[in-house]
């Protein structure tokens, strides 16, 4: 079984992002000061697992996508090929 890459992760979260036009980045440079952008979805890491987060509206507030707290990388990188299924056969359905 192939190892699960911090790499292969970001690639599905940028994939989920590019999907629904949302810039890749979460941060963005503002008069200077940097700013959460609105709606990105990015990962967050924290004891020894990761998670899908995304930025509210107006970029304050973080949401923990599937709820389930800090994962390993094989686990959560299941549950983004199912998000990003789910986002597709939605555009397509919706």
Same mark, same amino acid.
Do not use: C
């Given at each position: 079984?192939?190892?699960?890459?911090?790499? &292969?992760?970001? $690639?599905?979260?940028?994939?989920?992002?590019?999907? +629904?036009?949302?810039?890749?980045?979460?941060?963005?440079?503002? &008069? /200077?000061?940097?700013?959460?952008?609105?709606?990105? @979805? !990015?990962? %967050?890491?924290?004891?020894? /697992? @990761?998670?899908?987060?995304? $930025?509210? %509206? %107006? #970029? %304050? #507030? *973080?949401?923990? *996508?599937? +709820?389930?707290? !800090?994962?390993?990388?094989?686990?959560?990188? #299941?549950?983004? +090929?199912? @998000?990003?299924?789910?986002?597709?056969?939605?555009?397509?359905? #919706?």
């Amino acid at each position: 079984m192939r190892r699960i890459t911090i790499e &292969d992760l970001d $690639h599905v979260v940028d994939a989920i992002n590019t999907e +629904q036009g949302i810039p890749l980045e979460p941060w963005t440079k503002v &008069d /200077g000061k940097l700013v959460p952008t609105a709606w990105n @979805y !990015h990962l %967050s890491s924290g004891f020894g /697992g @990761y998670a899908l987060h995304r $930025h509210g %509206s %107006s #970029g %304050s #507030g *973080i949401r923990d *996508i599937f +709820q389930v707290g !800090h994962v390993p990388k094989r686990e959560l990188h #299941g549950l983004l +090929q199912a @998000y990003i299924a789910g986002l597709r056969d939605g555009l397509h359905w #919706g």
